[in-house]
């Protein structure tokens, strides 16, 4: 059978919403020429921060204090577990080293970008986990210096919980700085740090066009949209549980896409029932986000068997993947197209999100079709490097001189004429129309 829509959404991820873009680009051209006294014009109108940009280590330690040890204990928790997995992430990136033909070698290097600028979000909600993700992984990958900024709240500056968070994870500095200002400060180096390679971290509209808008002059995680998360389920799935793990990812935002594929029209039935009263038992704000979200961006879909069910799946190519069905392994085999996949009931999105240990910072809106989320690779460069030997230069030579040639690219061709010329005075080479006179 074809696919069946018990429920469809009515709006998508790329829907709605206002042009953002001229803003962006004007404040960050005032930045670029104005430099901090700018940043610090932005802080106090939109962060309504009068105080200091830079956190003292006075001030990073008095968070710390203020904290229950507790608490602080299950942050550690939460760092070991991401600095562990971003360890093992890095024991796969390795250097290499081959002979391409007898006498030339070639090989790759991994290098850790110098700067990377990390940003994690503030507003209704402190992303403790955030900081862990960028930090943590860009510490781990070997960067030399890690800045982070986060809107500090107005006459307390960075959530304390946040600050420990932060300095736990080995910061450099910390900047009270949120929005375009704040990835503007770290893009351009100001408040006495280097200017940031690559800048990472999630952030709401105007931090996501920033990062856009200054890729390519700088590197950036990914192009980041609404968070999303698609669940599958056969006939052996706990609807109570399915309902909870769609109700839990819509509580993001109101544009936060959600769906339920399933070959079982009783358990998207039930699963369609559970929802609003879960929605309901929600604290207010989160609720109204929930319940816009499931409105308008939910989707509940029928399928006739799995791998109708995995194809669907691949093409909506969602943030976050959690199967609730037989044979996970098969599903491990089978799916491709996902940010972070969470196999089988036990666990779930919120786990990845918090502290498990695999990234959070994933591709939305069907960039997983392209990418994966942050990790340990994206603070390195692979770069490669070669060396040659005269015999080996020799082959080579005159095949890079023919094709240059016939590329038309004569400049190139003679780099390769005068190694010939230089290392086989005494022989002569066939190197197309235009060889250089080795005598010249």
């Not at 358990?267 to 009263?277: H, N, S, W």
């Not at 976050?320 to 392994?329: K, P």
Request: glycine share 8%; charged share 25%; aromatic share 6%.
């Amino acid at each position: 059978m074809t696919i069946e829509y018990l429920k469809k959404a009515s709006k998508n991820a790329h829907t709605g919403g206002s042009d953002v873009r001229d803003t962006v680009e004007r404040m960050l051209n005032e930045i670029r020429e104005g430099g901090e006294p700018v940043v610090q014009k932005y802080a106090r109108q939109l962060d309504q921060w009068e105080g200091d940009i830079r956190l003292s280590d006075e001030a990073r330690q008095a968070a710390a204090d203020s904290l229950p040890e507790s608490l602080k204990d299950e942050i550690r928790f939460a760092h070991a577990n991401i600095r562990r997995f971003a360890e093992a992430q890095l024991e796969t990136v390795q250097n290499c080293e081959t002979e391409v033909i007898p006498g030339l070698r070639a090989g790759q290097k991994q290098i850790p970008v110098a700067a990377a600028g990390c940003y994690v979000p503030g507003g209704r909600y402190s992303h403790i986990a955030s900081a862990i993700m960028t930090i943590t992984t860009a510490k781990v990958a070997g960067v030399g210096q890690v800045v982070a900024c986060s809107p500090p709240r107005p006459g307390e500056g960075i959530p304390a919980a946040i600050v420990f968070t932060m300095d736990l994870c080995g910061v450099d500095d910390i900047l009270n700085l949120g929005g375009v200002q704040g990835v503007a400060a770290m893009a351009n180096g100001l408040f006495g740090n280097q200017s940031a390679d690559i800048l990472v971290g999630p952030g709401n509209q105007y931090v996501a066009e920033a990062k856009r808008t200054l890729y390519g002059e700088y590197g950036i995680d990914m192009f980041a949209g609404p968070t999303d998360s698609l669940v599958i389920a056969d006939d052996q799935a706990d609807p109570d549980l399915v309902a909870w793990d769609l109700v839990g990812q819509a509580e993001h935002g109101v544009n936060s896409p959600v769906w339920l594929l399933t070959t079982d029209r009783s358990i998207a039935e039930k699963v369609m029932a559970l929802v609003p009263d879960k929605i309901d038992s929600l604290p207010d704000l989160n609720g109204q986000s929930a319940a816009a979200a499931w409105r308008d961006y939910a989707e509940v879909i029928l399928c006739s068997d799995r791998e109708e069910l995995a194809r669907l799946s691949d093409r909506l190519a969602p943030e976050h993947l959690h199967v609730q069905a037989r044979d996970l392994d098969w599903w491990l085999d089978r799916l491709t197209t996902y940010g972070s996949l969470f196999l089988g009931e036990e666990t779930t999105v919120a786990f990845g999100d918090k502290c498990a240990g695999p990234n959070h910072v994933l591709p939305t809106s069907g960039a997983a079709r392209y990418t994966g989320g942050l990790s340990v690779h994206k603070f390195m460069k692979t770069v490669t490097w070669q060396r040659a030997t005269p015999a080996a230069t020799r082959r080579i030579a005159q095949t890079t001189a023919r094709i240059s040639r016939l590329e038309g690219m004569e400049g190139h061709a003679r780099t390769a004429d005068i190694r010939l010329a230089k290392y086989f005075p005494d022989q002569s080479f066939d190197l197309g129309v235009g060889a250089m006179d080795p005598d010249a």
